[in-house]
């Protein structure tokens, strides 16, 4: 097994097997720190949802929440998870703990509110939400800062009293400096793809090495996996590359091989994605600080990439295709996630070629790959 | 010497062959079989040829890939985008509709393509739509562009899905509408689809129509309405897939011959 399936499987088995109270949380802009501190077992839905979709399980769980009457155009990670629960809760994973307490952030996406409300009620949980008001264009606004700290201090007594332990200061501390040891690490490997031809693939590689840092950050765990990563990567000898690609998008994870290797066939390195950063705008130099404990989680949940504007994610766009000399920017619209879909097709980079498919991140049925190949081909025979 | 480009699509086949000039020789239609390849050896075989005397063979269409006796394999796009350059030089900007869907493609003065868009994936977009709806009319297909022609009131139709838009067929006849107001409704909705794609790659020009609905006459108006721009189409605009697959063919030929090193992909 990899590292990074044991890292997994191991999540998972302390969800199934272990002990202590557990907390759902999205994966965007998330305060994991917090409970972790507090010593709670932390689940994201949105991960069990993707593994669902990569493991080719969710298919079935989206047309159970269907029968429900869940409409085809809700969100398949949600439809996913919807028709696990009402499957019994068990999935290929072992079977997911009951939530002592629910934790939504407003940043991410509209939807996962809407979602947590829905398994609250499922779990008769309480649900706290965290109220993040956008950020538009870069730097959060102070004032929205203190109003996102503000109920952070509330969390933190609200976790009190649900967990076992007090939220120390030092253990808030511990935590929160291995997310910044982790960040400064994951940062360095995506930093690689800048070599030329590049050692790493920023998105059909990045996608998985993501994991850690999505859902163990904080944890000693993380920071070993990043540090050997770096390593591996370091020591890598780079394949050839015939182009460089820019990806804004999540992948369609029910046809990730097939995808992958539509771009595979023409020697198409990913060098720079939008999606390995959902979880944090590390590479626009943000990190966790355990000097400003609140404050730099509050920041971190206010930073979140479906959190900005169109014009400031362009903005990402164009200076990743600059930093990493990237020849074509590659749009993979997926139906499922609206905050990262709506108004995508706008995001084409002037004087950049740019590619644009379109799919879904969980229902397979979104996916038709002849159709797909023939964009893809047409698009880099232009450039032969 | 001869090269043959054949497009094998979801519905037809069309080949054509063409000397080293690149002037056509001769064209086959055929009917696609749901066995592609024995579809494509058909094709090749009414040319009275066999393989070995042609030179270079380029398949595209949906079942390019399907083209065993093939040389190399180029998609729709770049095929129609070469096509129409030659077919109607002037036009800067092709809209393919096919069976299944249409797509957009804007190209510079030698054929190649500067940028395209493609419908989505439902058939409500493509020349599918037209062919199930002649049949629930009771009309041969290359009627119903005529007939569109005469509507005095076209109807509206809104499904954005094929099978709902028959269903709103079956509606509007039972209505009591006439013929000619259904097919030009028809032929609205799905040109307004194209134009959308045409639209959001900037053209101003003339359109070049390519794909077998080049020959339905009620198209061309629909479209011409919907974009409000000239809609230019040739007799061999149904055969644009594969005439582009064959100049493409022989422009590969000749890098071939000034250099046997270059790779086929
Ligand atoms: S809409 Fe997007 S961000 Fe929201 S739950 Fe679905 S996949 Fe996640």
């Known amino acids: 097994m990899t590292a990074l399936k044991r890292l997994m499987a191991d999540w998972y088995r302390d969800l199934s097997e272990g002990e202590g109270p557990v907390v759902y949380l999205p994966v965007g802009g998330n305060v994991a720190e917090l409970p972790r501190a507090c010593g709670f077992r932390v689940f994201f839905p949105e991960v069990n949802a993707l593994q669902c979709a990569l493991r080719k399980v969710a298919g079935e769980f989206i047309l159970r929440a269907e029968e429900q009457g869940y409409s085809p155009d809700v969100c398949g990670y949600v439809k996913s998870d919807m028709g696990l629960a009402a499957s019994g809760g068990s999935g290929p994973f072992g079977t997911i703990p009951k939530p002592d307490i629910l934790l939504c952030t407003t940043s991410g996406c509209s939807t996962t509110l809407k979602w947590f409300e829905a398994l609250a009620g499922i779990h008769e949980a309480p649900l706290f939400v965290l109220d993040v008001p956008s950020v538009r264009d870069g730097a959060a606004d102070p004032h929205a800062l203190r109003y996102v700290v503000r109920q952070v201090e509330e969390l933190a007594s609200v976790l009190e009293k649900i967990g076992r332990r007090k939220p120390s200061r030092d253990r808030l501390a511990e935590t929160l400096e291995r997310s910044r040891q982790a960040e400064d690490l994951w940062m360095e490997i995506l930093d690689s793809a800048r070599a030329k031809p590049s050692p790493f693939d920023a998105f059909f590689e990045a996608v998985f090495f993501m994991a850690p840092i999505t859902v163990l950050r904080g944890t000693p765990e993380c920071v070993e996996y990043y540090r050997a990563a770096r390593e591996e990567v370091r020591g890598r000898v780079a394949e050839p590359e015939r182009r460089r690609i820019v990806v804004d998008g999540p992948p369609p994870w029910p046809h990730f091989r097939a995808f992958r290797d539509l771009f595979k066939r023409w020697g198409a390195r990913c060098v720079a994605s939008t999606y390995v950063r959902v979880g944090g705008d590390w590479d626009e130099g943000f990190r966790h600080d355990p000097s400003r404990p609140f404050e730099s989680m509050a920041e971190f949940a206010a930073r979140c990439y479906t959190n900005r504007s169109l014009p400031a994610r362009r903005a990402i766009l164009e200076r990743e295709i600059r930093r990493f000399d990237a020849d074509a920017l590659v749009i993979h619209s997926v139906r499922s996630c609206r905050p990262y879909s709506v108004g995508q097709a706008c995001l084409r980079v002037r004087d950049v070629p740019t590619l644009f498919l379109e799919s879904d991140l969980a229902d397979p049925r979104h996916f038709n790959e002849g159709e797909m190949r023939t964009r893809v081909d047409a698009f880099f025979e232009v450039a032969r | ?265």
């Open chain 2, 1 to 265: 010497m001869f090269v043959l480009g054949i497009d094998l699509g979801s519905r037809a086949c069309h080949a054509v062959l063409a000397d080293g000039e690149g002037r056509i020789a001769e064209r086959s239609f055929l009917p696609a079989a749901a066995d592609l390849h024995a579809t494509a050896r058909r094709a090749l075989e009414s040319f009275g040829l066999r393989r070995d005397e042609i030179q270079y063979v380029a398949a595209t269409g949906f079942g390019r890939g399907q083209v065993r006796f093939r040389d190399l394999a180029i998609t729709e796009i770049t095929c129609h985008a070469r096509a129409a350059r030659a077919l109607l030089p002037d036009a800067s900007c092709v809209l393919d509709i096919g069976a299944r869907n249409a797509r957009a493609i804007r190209t510079c003065a030698d054929g190649r393509t500067l940028g395209f868009r493609v419908g989505d994936r439902c058939a409500a977009g493509g020349g599918r739509l037209l062919e199930r709806a002649a049949r629930a009319l009771d009309l041969p297909l290359d009627e119903i562009g005529p007939v569109s022609l005469r509507a005095q009131d076209p109807v509206a139709v809104s499904s954005v899905c094929a099978v709902l838009a028959e269903s709103e067929i079956v509606r509007h006849v039972t209505d009591g509408r006439a013929v000619e107001d259904i097919l030009m409704g028809l032929h609205l909705s799905v040109a307004s689809r194209a134009a959308a794609l045409v639209r959001q790659l900037g053209a101003d020009g003339d359109v070049a129509l390519t794909g077998g609905v080049a020959r339905n006459a009620g198209m061309v108006a629909a479209l011409e309405r919907k974009l409000g721009l000239p809609v230019r189409t040739s007799p061999d605009s149904e055969y644009a897939g594969a005439i582009g697959a064959a100049l493409l063919a022989l422009k590969r030929l000749r890098i071939l011959d000034h250099d046997p090193r270059v790779r086929l992909s």
